[in-house]
């Protein structure tokens, strides 16, 4: 079996052939996650409160992460491996986003992941643009916590983001 690719997830999505995502954090957990034939393994930036032990994702940093998706890469022969995008790694600047994406595409990571809608679709176009790909979380949105006062859903079904965040295959 070939490594997952992000033209296998659209041809998942084509075919609408459902697969799983499962969260690793650790060279153990991700090589039998990956045995089993999960074909995503999401680092998640929830790493900040179960192996960092805060009580929000929010601290979490870049250089935090990179050892732990370079372990779940190194660990799994045929999942895909998506880097969550940590809070404050995206926010500020595109130029800040594609230094932390390229981070994580070095670290082992096949695609990285952001939150939120239309306020990162620039963000997103200039990754996509320097060949990273992204996959964008618009329901429960864990980091922006202190905005909306605690976990909660936002009800995003009727809006849409505009510009695919996949390379043109």
Known sequence: ??????????????????????????????????????????????????????????????????????????????????????????????????DSATKFLKAGAHAVKLEGGQRIVETVKVLVEAGIPVMVHIGLTPQSVNVFGGYKFKDVVSKQINYFSMPSL
């Open 1 to 98: 079996m070939t490594r997952i690719s992000v033209r296998d997830l659209a041809d998942f999505k084509q075919s609408k052939k459902r697969f799983t995502m499962l969260t690793s954090y650790d060279s153990l957990t991700a090589s039998l996650f990956d045995e089993a034939g999960i074909p995503v393994l999401l680092v998640g930036d929830s790493a900040a409160n179960l192996v960092f032990g805060y009580d929000s994702t929010l601290p979490v940093t870049v250089e935090d992460m990179l050892p732990i998706v370079s372990a779940v890469a190194r660990s799994s022969k045929n999942a895909m491996v998506v880097a969550d995008m940590p809070f404050g790694s995206y926010q500020t600047s595109t130029s800040s986003a594609l």
